[in-house]
């Protein structure tokens, strides 16, 4: 008997060889490090609403429970952290859904500019409140797009509000729709901050934001734009961003068209 690399090898008349097992170490090692980065990202995130939360409910038992204008304001961002939190874990459930194979979609053909119109709606609001015009141009004979409704909504419901977020007072968004070979291509379009070029390759990482403060601010949890990526991707389509810093981005992503039959 002799060794390869450790492995016996056994000399029997005429049968003679050696089988050699290879790991892929560094594979494992990069699997591991970016688990290792997720659980960091995510008591981080997780940590600075809680603390917050901790901090204002003390100093509200020190004492500003007495003046009754300091404590509202207290109380309103106690609030306002606990729903940032509930964000978090929300999002974080959905990606983790996803990412597994767990998360259940049932593809059904969709009429588009029907779930445009619903989350017009439902952004109305934050909307008004900045001066921000929403419209919507779908072509009326736009084929019918096999998609799952929800998860559907959920992608424009994202993009459009980013859209609203990242925009100044009385800036536009535009939701087009349009064929491309057999896909319908949509376009969600604002004349928003944009993003910096150097930013834009990695937008769709989770926790990735171009200003953390900003985007902590507006309520963001920085994983928005990577569920967006996955749920396209479950559909069989592409997304991707183009953007000028400054002066505006444009999310499109593509859907395949629902077959007449
Ligand atoms: P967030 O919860 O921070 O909004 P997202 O994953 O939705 O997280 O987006 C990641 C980052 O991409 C944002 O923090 C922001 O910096 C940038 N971003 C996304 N959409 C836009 C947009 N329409 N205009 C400018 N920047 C955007």
Redesign the pocket.
Known sequence: TFRVNGVPVVRSGAVEGAVLVFHDITELRRLERVRQDLVANVSHELRTPLSSIKGYAETLLEGALEDEAHARDFIQIILRDSERLSKLIDDLLDLSKIESGKMKMSFLPVKLSAVVQRCMAVLDNPARAKSIVVTCVVPPDLPLVMADEARLSQVLL?LMD??I??SGEKASVEVSASVSDRFVRVDVK?T????PEEDLPR?FERF????KAR?RELG???????IVKHIIQAHGGRVWVQSVHGRG?T?SFTLPIASPQ
């Open positions: 994202n980013n859209a977020k990242y604002d928003g901050i944009g993003i937008i990735y934001r171009v200003d985007s963001g949890t920085g994983l928005g734009l990577s981005s999310f």
